[in-house]
């Protein structure tokens, strides 16, 4: 029984990393972008500002995930 609650607050943390990991990727992701903006045509900057509007969405996805990933039972 004590090896199961180990192996699951492991998986829990481990998840949490990669969430953390994902969602500062995707941070990073989102400067890039807007650095690149300032070089976009017209086209490309509409596509990097749905692209970014995606990516915000998603970070607030993953944030969730992780705030009940890490909550306690």
Same mark, same amino acid.
């Given at each position: /029984?004590?090896?199961?609650? #180990?192996?699951?607050?492991?998986?829990?943390?481990? =998840?949490?990393?990669?969430?953390?990991? /994902?969602?500062?990727?995707? *941070?990073?992701?989102?400067?890039?972008?807007?650095?690149? /903006?300032?070089?976009?045509?017209?086209?490309?900057?509409? =596509?990097?500002?749905? *692209?970014?509007? #995606?990516?915000?969405? &998603?970070?607030?996805?993953?944030?969730?995930?992780?705030?009940? &990933?890490? *909550? *306690? =039972?």
């Amino acid at each position: /029984m004590e090896n199961d609650r #180990h192996e699951v607050f492991n998986k829990k943390s481990e =998840n949490a990393l990669s969430l953390g990991k /994902m969602i500062e990727n995707t *941070k990073e992701n989102i400067k890039e972008a807007e650095i690149s /903006m300032e070089f976009a045509t017209p086209e490309e900057l509409e =596509n990097i500002e749905k *692209k970014n509007s #995606h990516r915000r969405q &998603s970070i607030a996805q993953m944030e969730e995930q992780l705030k009940r &990933s890490t *909550k *306690k =039972n």
